[in-house]
Structures are given as structure tokens and as C-alpha cells.
């Protein structure tokens, strides 16, 4: 049973955003602080990815664990206990389209780095834009 009204819950849900989110200006700011200059969704790329570094043809999917089904974290193998069937299918059917998208992305040459919200916490902050700055400069794809 949902606490919420269904109009509510529609409310909040339409509330979430998909752009321009705390982990996407996160890695922003660390990564212009770091020297690195980018483009955001670009619009042209398969799956319009949150941070393009043409220099170094790389991009950066930046995905909340939940909404993208993150294996490794608490909060993306645990689904809603309402609607179970309906989340299920939602967070696999993102999982298959970002699978699709990074394919297509890597067929156009393009390196694809992905970082997970639990990758930015304060205990792992450092150590993520460590790899990822590490990861965005090497020429291994």
C-alpha cells in the first residue's frame, strides 16, 4: 500500500529530473576544476550522454543506481514494494537501453565511462574522479 494519493505520487515522480541533476554538476565541477572541457547532451550521440570530452572522444553517463538498476549498491537491487512487476520492467528496460546506447557509442569510437551515484560519496568521491580522470586521459577504450 502506497502512502501517497496516486495523484500525489504522480506529482513526485514527474518531479524527478533527468538532466542537470547533484551528481551530473558534481563530476562537472570537478572536471572543469580539473582542466577538462566538455559538452552536455549532446543531442547527436546515441543516448544523448550527460558529458562529452570531444579531445579525448569520451563520454560520461552519469546514472542513479536505482534508475538504472546499479548491481553493486543497496539501492539499486532494492525495488519499490508496491507495483513490483512495473519497476521491474522499467529499471530493465533502462538497463537494455544503456546497453544499446554504450554499443552504439563504442561502434562510433567513442570511449564510454559510466559513474553511479554511490560512486560519489564522500568516503569514494576522491578515489571516482581519481579513475576517472585517469580513464578519461588514457587511449585505452
Not at 12 to 35: A, C, D, F, V, Y
Not at 68 to 94: M, Q, Y
Not at 112 to 117: P, R
Request: aromatic content about 8%.
Amino acid at each position: 500500500m502506497d502512502i501517497f494519493s496516486v495523484a500525489k505520487r504522480s506529482e513526485l515522480m514527474r518531479s524527478i529530473k533527468g538532466k542537470n541533476t547533484q551528481p551530473e554538476i558534481l563530476i562537472r565541477r570537478l572536471l572543469h576544476r580539473s582542466g577538462f572541457r566538455f559538452r552536455l547532451h549532446d543531442k547527436k550521440l546515441p543516448g544523448t550522454p550527460d558529458i562529452v570530452l570531444k579531445k579525448y572522444k569520451t563520454v560520461i553517463l552519469i546514472n542513479g543506481c536505482f534508475w538504472h538498476g546499479h548491481t553493486s549498491c543497496k539501492r539499486g537491487v532494492s525495488l519499490p514494494k508496491t507495483r513490483t512487476d512495473f519497476w521491474k520492467a522499467k529499471i530493465e528496460k533502462n538497463r537494455e537501453r544503456d546497453k544499446s546506447n554504450i554499443e552504439k557509442l563504442q561502434q562510433l569510437g567513442w570511449k564510454v565511462l559510466t559513474v553511479y551515484e554511490c560512486e560519489l560519496k564522500t568516503k569514494n568521491l576522491t578515489k571516482t574522479i581519481e579513475t576517472l580522470i585517469k580513464n578519461c586521459r588514457s587511449d585505452i577504450c
